[in-house]
């Protein structure tokens, strides 16, 4: 099977599903690395590591809808049967998101539903909240939204600040993606009137 891994920018969760693919030996491979910033820090990782890379300027594009259909010409080269959204910072266009229905995933640095969109963990400092976390679900077309694989809590400890905050769950996040994908890769989940079933939900 192919995974397409788009990233913005540092790639540490790209860096995380690598590493475990090769670790684990999956029946996968990660067939390219794509970002829409040439200066993504992760691109640099996984030229290293042997897997292609590209970049698609987004500022080369007048529209999104134009992003997206150059975007998508060149995940398709690869042949995905899984895209993967690693830190990758652009709201995508209903047709993007339709042509991967059902094989795209992103992970979010909050427990969905609560604090979709940017600065989540000072959203969940000011909120007061006692945990904190991430989640990976399947792609739709409303931002952070669409059916839930798997999520990972954190606590959210005192004196925390928005940096101590995102490092805990980073460090999580490197442990729940790569785990999601690797249950996607073996045909694991299903979606069911929106709802994931699978190894965490049977
Ligand atoms: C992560 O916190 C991820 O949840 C969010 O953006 C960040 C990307 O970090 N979508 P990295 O590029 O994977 O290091």
Redesign the pocket.
Known sequence: KNIVIL??????????VVRAAQAEAWPARIAAVISNRAD???LEFAAAHGIATAVVPNKDYPTREAFDAALAEVIDTHAPDLVV?????RILTPGFVEHYAGRML????SLLPHFPGLH?HEAALAAGHAEHG?TVHFVTAELDHGPVVDQVAVPVLPGDTAQSL?AR??EQ?HVL?PRAIRWFIEDKLTVENGRVYGPHNP
Request: charged fraction near 15%.
């Open positions: 990233i913005s920018g540092r790639g540490s969760n790209m860096e995380a993504a820090k992760g959204l690693a830190g990758f910072m992103n992970i979010h640095p989540t991430a995102a769950v980073l996040e993606y």
